[in-house]
């Protein structure tokens, strides 16, 4: 089946519709206070929709819903295949409803229509299948004992479990969460980002068409200081899960303190190094990775690899050759497929960025590429591929998470001096290391103080293995077996024998 081409897609956006209620207990409805809010198109600045605008009176009636199922049973207490079977038809659905889900992230991220169908569809689908082929593999334990004991370590649902997702892939992070959250028994209430509801709202129809019950997934649109907040600070939500800024999952941690003391799991900004030494084994692929993964999705990833740093040796051969593969990324209309460069997600967004590029020239960097911004069609919040070289490490751009297309420039000497550079840093996402010698990739995996290392590649990834940072990056894995451990309560169970 061949996808729509431009000009199908520019049909396609033009008789787009979607909906822009809130769902909770199984039905669309409008917020209790009948307040919308506008979603904008950054490619074009024109509204795309008035949504439901949530407050704390709308999330008590999700949470209401929610529990009610939860404490119901009929997912809660379902057996795990079967849960597991309704969430692959779940992923089959999401697959099958793919043009019009990437065409939704597509007008409200202003991401590339490919990347979205190709990328976010894919991964979301893929992580709902996973966890629902996964879940009834997951054993519980039975410990030595006594012959007259039994002793058992069981795993159960939390209960009613907080979802608050970013806008930069704005499904796939919430499929990260939601499926082994719904995969555990549990009910969830997914809180998108105000910019990026409609995905999420299209998914909590398919959900309810592969066989969630009503009360199980509810969705509440709105924005962080009043839905998002009335979920951090809810007393009868027993988790919550965020993915977003480190200033947000801050207050989610303040939220849980002034509330129930529910468990909170983040995963936050990023400011990644990926280190090049000039003995590379293959600089062809480094140059390609350090170029794409640094302006994929307009730089708007939280593992993004925003800072390169390069053996001086190399440094200006390389740079030179990572700036001609940045001048291919030419912003267009998202809805072409040619497109490999959308639009910034917002007019707030798009000035924040401008204002670290504005930084960099002030601090004394380098301008080796970019640097503007540009229009498709005259209008639109585009920004060219930007590199900065000679950046030294106590920079701002060097430092804060601009996430953009922006990539510093770092030099160095040895891989000691690298390390030094990259862990020194309030962030610990991801990072990655390019070299021939064995001995300095085992050194640079064991020291760089991120969740996850790649050498020879860069942000190398699969659902079976955990994502998480370190120190301000995060707390807690998504993706893999172990994020179940986040959903689940652990119980010991002893029992002597008559």
Known sequence: MSLPDYEDWKKLAQEFTHQTRAFIGGKYVDALSGKTYETI????????????????????????????????????????????????????????????????ECLNVGKPIMEAR????????????????????VTDEIIATPDNV?????????????????????????????APALATGNSVIVKPAEQTP???LKLAELALEAGIPEGVFNVVTGHGAEAGA????????????????????KKFLEYSGRSNMKTVWLECGGKNPNIVMADCPDMDKAVMNAAMNAFFNQGEVCAAASRLLVQDSIKDEF????????KTRVPGDPLDPETNLGAIVDKGQFDRVNGYIAKGKEEGANLILGGNTTTVNDCGYYINPTIFGNVTADMTIAREEIFGPVLSA???????EAIDIANDSPYGLAGAIWTSDIN??????????????SINSYSSADIALPFGGYKQSGIGVDKSLHAIDKYTNMKSTWLELG
């Open 118 to 137: 190709m990328a976010d569809v894919g991964l979301s689908s893929a992580a709902l299948k996973w966890y629902g082929e996964a879940i009834d593999k």
């Open 230 to 249: 009335a979920i951090g600070l809810h007393n009868d939500i027993d988790c919550l899960t965020f993915t977003g800024s480190t200033a947000v999952g």
């Open 41 to 104: 198109n950054p490619a074009t600045e024109k509204m795309t929709a008035h949504v439901a605008a949530c407050d704390g009176h709308d999330v008590d009636a999700a949470v209401k819903s929610a529990r009610s199922a939860f404490n119901a049973g009929h997912w809660s207490r379902m057996a795990p295949r079967d849960r597991g079977a309704i969430l692959q038809k779940l992923a089959a659905l999401v697959q099958e409803h793919g043009d019009q889900i990437a065409l939704m």
């Open 198 to 200: 409609q995905s999420i």
């Open 410 to 416: 770092i030099s160095f000497k040895e891989v000691e």
């Open 440 to 453: 300095i990739a085992h050194k640079a995996a064991r020291d760089l103080q991120v969740g996850a290392v």
């Open 150 to 178: 039994r002793a058992t370590i069981t795993r159960e649902p939390i209960g009613v479990v907080g979802v608050v997702v970013p806008w930069n892939f704005p499904l796939m992070m919430a499929c990260w969460k939601i």
């Open 319 to 326: 740079l030179e050759r990572v700036a001609a593969i940045g």
